[in-house]
C-alpha cells in the first residue's frame, strides 16, 4: 500500500492508464439512493472514452440487475458511464436455480419480489418454506435488526438456513443509516442459525463480474489491471483484496466519519484505519471524480 503522502489520489485521471477495466460499487460511490454523485458519471465515461476499457457496476443490490438499470435511469445516472451491472440478486436467482428451490420463505420489503420473477419460486411461511431468503427487513425505515430476533430464533431452532441476498451490514440513504440484510444474517449467526452470504465480498459475485468483463473485452484481464472502486472496508475493499484485485477506496462514502473532514480526508488515519483492518487499497479519493 503507499504511504500515506501517495494514497490520497485528485482524480481517477491519475491512475486509470493503468487498467483495462474497472469494477466499480454503486450505492455510496454512485448515489447515496436519492441523489447521484456529482463527478460520478463523468469519471467513469472518461474512463470508457479515453482507456477503452468497460466498466462493470458490481452492488450488493439484492434484485436482479434489470430493475437496478431502471433504479439508476430514475436518478439521472447515464447509461454511457457503464457497460454492464452484476448484483448479488444476479448471483442469488443463480443459486437458487441451481439448487431447484421451489418454497421459499422471503424476508425483506415488496420492491424485491423481482428476485423470483421466472424462477417458480412460491414464498410461503416459514414452517412450509426449504430456506430462508433475505433481501432485507421488511421495513426498514422503522424497524431493527433486533424486531427480528424471536422469529429468527424459532427458524434457527428448526434448523432453516438463511441464504443473504445482500451481505451489506448497512447502507446510507440520503444521509441516514439503514440496516440491510447482512444485519440480520449476522443475528441469525448469533442465534445459531445456518447462513449463505451472497454478494461481496464474497468470491462468487466477483467470479461472474470478471466473466462480464471477459465478454465485453474478448478475454478476462489479469487481476492487476481490474481496478474495483468501492466505499465499504468490509465489503467492497476486502472483496476486492481478497479477489486479487487493486482497490480505488472512496473515503467519503459509509465510513466518511472515519478520517477526518470529508473533502479533506487525512492520509494517514485512512492508512491506519486500513491497515487495522488487515487491508489495502492503491489509491484513495473523497469521491469518484476523473
Known sequence: ??????????????????????????????????????????????????????????????????????QLDRLGFPRDAYDAIVTSGDVTAEMMHAERLSRIYHIGPDRDHSLFDGLGIARVGPEDAQTIVCTGLFDDVEETPEDYRDALGAMAARGMRMICANPDLVVERGGTLIYCAGALAELYDELGGETLRLGKPFAPIYGVAKQRIGDLKGGVPVDERILAIGDGMF????????????????????HSADFGPLDRPDPQMV????????????????????
Open 1 to 70: 500500500m503507499p504511504s500515506s503522502s501517495a494514497l490520497i489520489i485528485p482524480g481517477l485521471s491519475s491512475l486509470a492508464g493503468r487498467y483495462d477495466a474497472i469494477l466499480c460499487d454503486v450505492w455510496g460511490v454512485i448515489h447515496n439512493g436519492v441523489s447521484v454523485f456529482d463527478g460520478a458519471a463523468e469519471a467513469l465515461q472518461r474512463f470508457r472514452s479515453e482507456t477503452g476499457g468497460p466498466v462493470v457496476l458490481i452492488t450488493n443490490a439484492p434484485r436482479p440487475s434489470p430493475p437496478i438499470v431502471e
Open 235 to 254: 465489503t467492497d475493499i476486502r472483496g476486492a483484496n481478497d479477489a486479487g484485485l487493486p482497490t480505488l477506496f472512496i473515503t467519503g462514502g459509509i
Open 271 to 290: 492508512v491506519d484505519r486500513l491497515a487495522a483492518e488487515g487491508l489495502e487499497a492503491v489509491a484513495a479519493i473523497d469521491k469518484l471524480r476523473w
